[in-house]
């Protein structure tokens, strides 16, 4: 997948020495944030953690049979998941990349099996125990001793010698490369259609935590509005942020931008203050049990200027319009057109000379998956997909205007059975943002 604007600004931040921008929000805790007494607006806030439900194990093992139909259809017989979401998607375990190969083998007929380090066994053993993948067998490695050999030997003892091999798509190059050389007769192949094909679609309980996702980065959003003020930097609004996110229980991340920086749609690492009058975008998102948020509010601490307004409204119609035209059955490109369509009717064209980036991205336990509000998306074996019930995209139309500013609004759309909505409320104004007046203003 594709590096998300987050770990982007995280790593241009580190890289130029600034100790803001991307932030998490498990630094306020540490000392991150405020230093002084919280503002009211935030002090205010109250945990929302009791109300995140975690995934079951029966809800994961209908996941993997779920994978196993795919698999099917897809004429995949086996999937190898080395790490990432996908991983925790199927089994309920996290682990951490590296150049020593982690397999969990799921094949479309047979047991799983696991391929780990040896000195890992315990580890392994101990994050398998709690998951619908309790009773793996584990299959270890020393060393000197081939790791891709353990998975192509485990795929032929389920009668899994030759056939195709699905790869999901974050695992290292050389791992798919060395597992084709050890079992030649063996087709690697991208497993997308079966991790995203399973992905894609949320039910009940995932659209339910990403709502909560949602609303808990609205509820940061507007407490640190209310907290203001002129003068403050990237860096202290940022720590505001992380505040808020501590208070409200879940972890969370903040690209803030000011003035001429909102024009560049992931902003920039130079240092940045607030002044009156000049436009401020937040974008970031919380994690709730695995699920994201991704949400942008931009708006003037004070008095807007009239462009500023007019931009804020076409942008706010774009993203109305892309909602309205969202419904099972239509294509995903259809979206990012009925958007585009709007900005550059109002003079902000063509093409993507101001708005110049695709309408939105699929979200889930990743902020940025599969599949994609854009033209000549094409899904990973060369589908055209059209939206069905239970997908979650980002609704994220701008305008950018290179040396003055720039408008994104981004809520989470939802589609349902006979159309869409959104997990949070659509910004009202520029000046009033969340519909209610900025105390510190």
């Not at 079992?183 to 009940?204: E, F």
């Not at 940045?272 to 975008?281: A, H, P």
Request: one cysteine or more; proline letters at 6%; glycine letters at 10%.
């Amino acid at each position: 997948m594709p590096l998300s604007r987050r770990t982007f600004l995280a790593l241009t931040t580190t890289a130029a020495g600034l100790p803001i921008v991307h932030l998490s929000a498990q630094r306020g805790a540490r000392g991150g944030g405020p230093t002084g007494p919280l503002p009211p607006s935030i002090a205010s806030l109250a945990s929302m953690r009791d109300q995140a439900t975690p995934i079951s194990n029966d809800e994961r093992r209908a996941r993997i049979e779920r994978a196993r139909r795919l698999m099917v259809e897809h004429r995949i017989d086996a999937v190898a998941l080395t790490g990432g979401t996908s991983l925790d998607y199927f089994t309920g375990m996290r682990w951490g990349g590296g150049e020593r190969l982690f397999a969990i083998v799921l094949p479309a007929k047979g047991d799983p099996f696991c391929v780990c380090p040896a000195f890992e066994e315990d580890r392994a053993r101990e994050l398998l125990a709690p998951g619908p993948l309790s009773s793996t067998e584990v299959r270890t490695w020393n060393e000197d001793e081939s790791p891709f050999e353990r998975v192509a030997q485990g795929l032929k003892d389920r009668g899994i010698g030759a056939g195709r091999l699905g790869i999901e798509e974050t695992t290292r190059f050389v791992f798919a490369d060395s597992i084709a050389s050890a079992a030649p007769a063996l087709k690697v192949a991208s497993a997308t259609p079966v991790t995203a094909g399973c992905r894609m679609i949320k039910d009940s309980h995932e659209i339910a935590l990403m709502r909560l996702a949602s609303q808990t980065t609205l509820k940061a959003y507007e407490a640190v509005y209310h907290a203001l003020s002129e003068g403050m930097t990237q860096g202290q609004v940022g720590g505001l942020i992380s505040a808020a996110y501590a208070r409200l229980g879940f972890p969370g991340d903040a690209s803030v931008q000011v003035g001429e920086y909102t024009a560049l749609p992931h902003g920039s690492i130079q240092p940045q203050t607030i002044r009156e009058g000049t436009i401020i975008m937040i974008d970031d998102g919380c994690t709730v049990q695995g699920y994201q948020s991704d949400i942008t509010r931009t708006f003037v601490l004070g008095k807007a200027t009239d462009k500023m307004k007019k931009v804020f409204d076409i942008v706010h119609q774009a993203q109305a319009t892309a909602l309205e035209a969202a419904r099972p059955g239509v294509r995903l490109e259809a979206l990012d057109a009925a958007a585009r369509k709007v900005i550059v009717e109002a003079g902000y064209g063509p093409g993507f000379k101001y708005f110049s980036h695709r309408l939105g991205h699929g979200m889930g336990m990743d902020g940025h998956e599969w599949p994609y509000l854009v033209k000549n998306n094409m899904f990973g074996w060369n589908q055209v997909l059209t939206l069905q019930p239970g997908m979650v995209f980002s609704d994220e139309p701008g305008i950018y205007i290179k040396g003055e500013f720039g408008v994104r609004l981004e809520d989470d759309l939802h589609v349902t059975d006979s159309g869409a909505e959104l997990f949070t409320p659509q910004s009202p104004s520029i000046e009033n943002p969340f519909g209610t007046t900025n105390a510190s203003a």
